[in-house]
């Protein structure tokens, strides 16, 4: 008869030995998108229906809060990290918490204005965080500037379709071929996403401010870490309520991560969230 030791032994063994379930940590702080509020949303998707953890981290007190974001130390367990950021500023230790995750080589994934997550002024010590959207997401550096990287109008919207050549990307498992976005559409060409980006989606402007030109609204890549990204130019909690987007997100972060991206998704997640005007 096997005795108490032996039964320990063995409960031990078999949780040693178990898979740890990924850990997808979530950084918000974006003024306008509401993503600390969308994002949640999909993290509780992720463990509900998913098998992961997930962290998510918000800018304090509030989302207009530029300077502080609690618990950016979780990065170091992280095995993703997915940023909804827009000119945040903050300080050295928080910013070393982000440095030493990218530095691991670790997955990145972002949303919308996470192109200009940091708005730093110049000469300031913590500077280059400007460009994290180049050296992080291959995306352009900030807003404006030599990449003339900004948007067509906020009264537009944004047809989206596939790129036909990715059409049996895993990534697209499940998505649409053409949808409609209420984001307005980001100007990011010609020189982004980086040179060796794969352009997944790309959008054309409805009722653009000025004359508009198509542009990728969702690329992958390997960043300037040698770490894989999937970034997005869209993000309006708007488009968190199309089944596309949302499956195209659930989608990533099972590519991201290295697993097998669903071939029958859980379903549509109810998000209602509303858009706010900008700080």
Not at 109 to 127: D, V
Not at 200 to 208: E, F, I, M, Q, Y
Not at 228 to 233: A, D, G, L, R, S
Request: hydrophobic residues 40%; glycine residues 8%.
């Amino acid at each position: 008869m096997m005795n108490t030791f032996c039964i320990g032994l063995l409960f031990s063994l078999f949780f040693a030995q178990a898979p740890q379930k990924p850990l997808v940590v979530f950084v918000c702080g974006d003024h306008e998108y509401s993503g600390e509020e969308t994002l949640p949303i999909v993290a509780a998707e992720l463990e509900k229906n998913y098998g992961m953890r997930t962290i998510v981290l918000k800018s304090s007190p509030d989302h207009n809060s530029e300077e502080n974001i609690p618990g950016l130390e979780a990065l170091k367990d992280a095995d993703l990290v997915v940023f909804f950021l827009r000119w945040r500023r903050l300080p050295p230790e928080q910013l070393a918490h982000i440095e030493a995750y990218l530095k691991t080589g670790k997955p990145v994934m972002g949303f919308r204005t996470t192109t200009h997550a940091f708005n730093f002024p110049k000469g300031h010590p913590s500077e280059k965080w400007n460009a994290f959207g180049e050296f992080a997401l291959n995306a352009p550096p900030g807003w404006g500037g030599k990449a003339k990287h900004t948007h067509y109008g906020h009264n537009s919207s944004t047809d989206v379709s596939i790129v036909p050549k990715e059409a049996g990307n895993p990534i697209l498992t499940g998505v649409a071929k053409d949808f409609h976005v209420r984001s307005w559409l980001y100007h990011v060409v010609p020189d982004y996403p980086v040179k060796g980006s794969t352009w997944l989606l790309t959008g054309k402007a409805v009722n653009p401010e000025r004359a508009a030109v198509e542009n990728p609204v969702a690329w992958t890549g390997t960043n300037s870490f040698g770490g894989k990204v999937f970034m997005t130019t869209l993000g309006h909690p708007e488009d968190f309520r199309i089944e596309a987007f949302q499956r195209l997100v659930i989608n990533a972060i099972h590519y991201e991560l290295g697993l097998k991206i669903p071939k029958k998704w859980k379903g549509k997640m109810d998000i209602q969230v509303p858009y706010r005007v900008a700080k």
